[in-house]
């Protein structure tokens, strides 16, 4: 009896903080840490491309970092169920959109993980806000490289040259593009340009941010 309780107990999802059980990647404890350390900060860059930010998480956050890694590197797209309510900033929740749209990953790595994370990332919130997600609004060329060494203003010419939006894109009015983290922004001030062309307005949702400009 006390085997199959043990059983049960590690097979069960545990909390990214302190890795205790949890229906959540952060139990009630740990999320209210997570939160302390970004109480949802958004600071002024590229503010100009888009209407409004909402960002959860902290990306300086070593717990962050590891769910996110674990996500992206370990193929478990399952642990993006573990998104909840509670997870999200509050100013989010009163927002309806027409569509929520993902920024497109290099298809390189989305067919070596099986899944892209945020497009996974859109459906999950599309779920939650009971709006509609758009898949496919952007088509984006492989690239083989990393962007990671590249500076704020070559990201910005270079994401030109790799991403553009999916003829066709019907989706109008106001639209929430996804994103799972931003470090320079250079990413999705170039989709936000992009839907502003069918767009009145264009929110962002980031899971976490690199907060750079504190």
Sequence with gaps: MNLAKNLIQ???PRCEGCGKPSPSFLCTSCLSIERSKSSFYFGPVLRNSWDQAHISFDYDSKVIQNWLWRIKEKSQAERLQDLKFEHL????LECSYDAIVAFPGDPTRSSRRLFDVADYLGRRLAKLLGQNFFSGAFVRRAFLGTLKDFGVNERRAFITKLVSLRSGFLPSGRLLLV???????ASLEWGAQLLKTRAN??????????????
């Design 10 to 12: 590690e097979l069960m």
């Design 89 to 92: 900033p509050p100013n989010m």
């Design 179 to 185: 994103d799972d983290v931003m470090t320079s922004g």
């Design 201 to 214: 307005r264009v929110d962002v949702y980031v899971l976490a941010r690199k907060f750079i400009s504190k």
